[in-house]
């Protein structure tokens, strides 16, 4: 509101202000003539005065007939030259209105069409013969600038230091309607480095005007050098610098609008819609090559229920960290909880191979892994086809991680090696009457304290109730992580449920769920009452491996 309030302002006082100089050169001009008038009359009177007869009556009337005529032409031409001055200030009021409502309509779209703003200063330029027009404002804490003009002169201002640009902010606040600044003494004195600029690339003069932000304070800053219509080009900052505060304002909004729904909030990386829109958009047309690696990070869940979501993002932002350090960011996506995407038009196959290996190798050495596929091709390729396949590609690797993750554990414990737990003997003797022959483990669950006695189970199965400190449920659930296959996630999390379970029992029904490992080993989980469910409501769990 601050800033229309001044922009109104600045526009009647240049409107009063022509009007003023116009008639002050009219009135001036009358009274110039009006004075010759009078001194021709002077004269005449002292002649009639001092000899009066009536040859110098009729050369005095003749004088006074060309004296009348003399001011009818005098105010004629005065006339005139009036009517010229204001056509051509209308002239070229015109042009500047029509130059302006140009700007502000390519500045009204410039939130979603950036560009809009390097055109609407292309017009400026143009207008004001500059050889630099040029828009610093503030972007993620930084000073960016947007620039039109003399090439030598867009290199000297885009490789300023930023303690240029910020005195390029203290300069223009130091004038809040904006200015016209020389080289002199002061300047060298007050702006040492604006100055050092303007002696460096010969401008003879720069043009500042402060962009106020809607607190009120100078946000950002608009600027000509070396322009060879200073004046017009000060009036010019001047009536835009509202539609340019308020375009800033909208640009900076809907960047914040379309980031939030298009970027990650825990690592900053583009999102799954951001994903989902380039495969929308993207063709091979034009493509030499294209890449793509799809990444998942392995044992998210087990981190999660044993040391805090906490320790988890902190594995996500690392992960986005390396893939930043090695890929361009508009490259890299987070599509899920746990999965990355990685693609490139213009890295070779390699490449991309050493680069994805040393981002797994600093992870590995951080006690943090992830497994990954690649797809590469340069032939009658689909881009789409190949993230697919790149997929596929990853959970083969996932697959052999586990598998190999497994096959260590047994080698430290053989499954046959089993744990006899303290369990009750009524768990003991149900189990007996089930007669398993085929079995992973065998609890008494006890679901008001989710704690469990074993009776059999592999080792490296207790080792994962133990770091869940006696809670069945995140015991299991570190084991679903590391063991089981993905598409059985949602079941066996429908099925972990302690008071369905009960009513289940109660009605005499027997709870069961099946599902695969992600060696291809099938598992069904069964769970019965024991002798004494009624009182103690204790259940007992059977894994048996199916086909």
């Known amino acids: 509101m601050k800033q229309v309030i001044v922009f109104m302002k600045k526009q009647c006082k240049k409107l009063s202000d022509r009007r003023v100089i116009a008639l002050g050169i009219f009135v001036f001009y009358l009274m110039v003539g009006f004075a010759i008038l009078m001194v021709r009359m002077s004269r005449m009177k002292k002649r009639i005065t001092k000899e009066f007869s009536g040859a110098i009556a009729d050369k005095s009337a003749e004088e006074l007939r060309h004296m009348v005529a003399f001011v009818g032409i005098y105010l004629v031409i005065g006339l005139v030259v009036y009517y010229i001055i204001q056509m051509i200030w209308a002239y070229n009021q015109r042009k500047t209105s029509a130059l302006i409502s140009k700007v502000e309509n390519l500045l009204m779209d410039a939130a979603y069409k950036p560009e809009n703003f390097q055109l609407a200063m292309e017009e400026m330029n143009r207008y004001c013969s500059s050889e630099v027009t040029a828009l610093v404002y503030e972007e993620d804490d930084t000073h960016k600038t ?209 680069r994805m290996a040393m981002v797994d190798r600093i992870l590995a050495q951080k006690n943090y892994y992830i497994s990954y596929g690649l797809a590469w091709d340069t032939d009658s390729f689909n881009p789409k086809e190949l993230v697919h396949i790149a997929e596929e590609r990853m959970y083969e690797a996932k697959f052999l991680y586990y598998q190999r993750k497994e096959q260590r554990n047994l080698d430290a414990m053989p499954e046959a090696e089993m744990v006899k737990g303290e369990a009750s003997e009524e768990a003991v003797r149900t189990f007996t009457d089930v007669a398993w022959q085929h079995f992973r483990g065998v609890f008494e669950v006890d679901p008001v304290t989710d704690t469990a006695k074993c009776l059999f189970l592999p080792n490296y199965f207790y080792d994962l109730l133990v770091k869940s400190e006696g809670s069945f449920r995140k015991g299991c659930y570190a084991y679903v992580e590391s063991m089981v296959d993905k598409a059985y996630f949602r079941a066996i999390d429908e099925f972990f449920n302690y008071d369905q379970l009960m009513q289940m029992l109660d009605r005499g029904e027997e709870p069961i769920v099946r599902y695969r490992r992600i060696d291809g080993q099938g598992i069904a989980v069964r769970v019965y009452p024991l002798e004494n469910y009624q009182e103690t409501r204790h259940m007992l769990w059977i894994l048996e491996t199916i086909n």
């Not at 902010?169 to 040492?192: I, Q, T």
């Not at 805090?308 to 890929?327: S, V």
């Open 146 to 354: 947007k620039i039109i003009g003399d090439s030598e002169m867009r290199r000297g201002i885009y490789s300023a230091a930023h303690e240029r640009r910020l005195e390029l902010y203290a300069c223009a606040a130091a004038n809040p309607d904006g200015a016209v600044y020389r080289r002199s003494r002061k300047m060298k004195h007050d702006f040492p480095l604006t100055y050092a600029f303007m002696e460096e690339y010969h401008a003879d003069n720069i043009v500042l005007v402060p962009v106020l932000g809607t607190d009120g304070e100078v946000r950002d800053v608009a600027g000509m050098a070396h322009t060879a219509r200073p004046r017009y080009a000060l009036e010019l900052l001047q009536s835009l610098a509202c539609p340019m505060s308020l375009a800033m304002h909208n640009y900076r909004y809907f960047t914040v609008v379309k980031n939030s729904g298009t970027t990650d909030a825990l690592t900053g990386l583009h999102n799954r819609l951001a994903f989902d829109r380039w495969m929308e958009q993207t063709n091979a047309d034009g493509m030499i090559r294209f890449g793509c690696v799809y990444i998942d990070v392995n044992e998210l869940h087990t981190i999660n229920n044993r040391d805090g979501h906490e320790a988890g993002d902190r594995m996500l932002i690392e992960i986005a960290k390396l893939l930043l350090a090695q890929f361009a960011v508009d490259t890299v996506y987070r599509i899920g909880g746990d999965e990355f995407v990685v693609v490139s038009e213009k890295m070779e196959k390699k490449e991309m191979e050493s």
